[in-house]
């Protein structure tokens, strides 16, 4: 996602982007294909004085997750936003780059926001993925999706390893 500087006006400037993994070259990266498979949204703002540049984008996109409690494939909205400035250096001189801005050589002619775009997304995906908060999950006897229904497990099982103390509480009655 290429921003072409010199066909930008001064003052504000919109540009809309609608893409996909494929399309930004990660079709050969299978997990961020199978976590973005979706269209992805980029709505950027350009405001340009003279050679500086204030660059804001809103993406968004659905994710697709596999749920951490039953296991099942959802969809879920994912959006962020980012901001950083870009200065055009016009001459040779000691100006760096930092966290803050961005500085394109006097014959670059784009701003390129595709890292930008993938890695704020992957910054938003969460670090636990469940399907809904009511999500029950599944059995840990038998592992039925108890969002489907009760299973016929028995539903006092305690674990060994508790045994042993269970023991101790009931030998003191």
Known sequence: MKIEINALEEGMNEVHFKTSMTELGYDEDEEK??????????????????EHFDVKSHVKTKARYVC?????????ILESSFRFYVVRKLQESATEE???????????NT????EDVIENLL???????VCKESCRGLCPTCGANLNLGQCSC???????????LRQLFVSDK
């Open 111 to 114: 701003i390129d926001i595709t």
């Open 68 to 76: 951490d409690r039953c296991l099942e494939k959802f969809d879920q």
């Open 154 to 164: 028995e539903s006092k099982i305690i674990d060994p390893r508790w045994e042993k």
């Open 33 to 50: 294909m199978a976590l973005f498979p979706h269209a992805i949204f980029v709505d950027t703002e350009i405001y340009k004085i003279s």
């Open 123 to 129: 910054l938003e995906v969460p670090m636990k993925h």
């Open 98 to 108: 930092n966290d803050e801005y961005r500085v394109l050589d006097a014959h670059e």
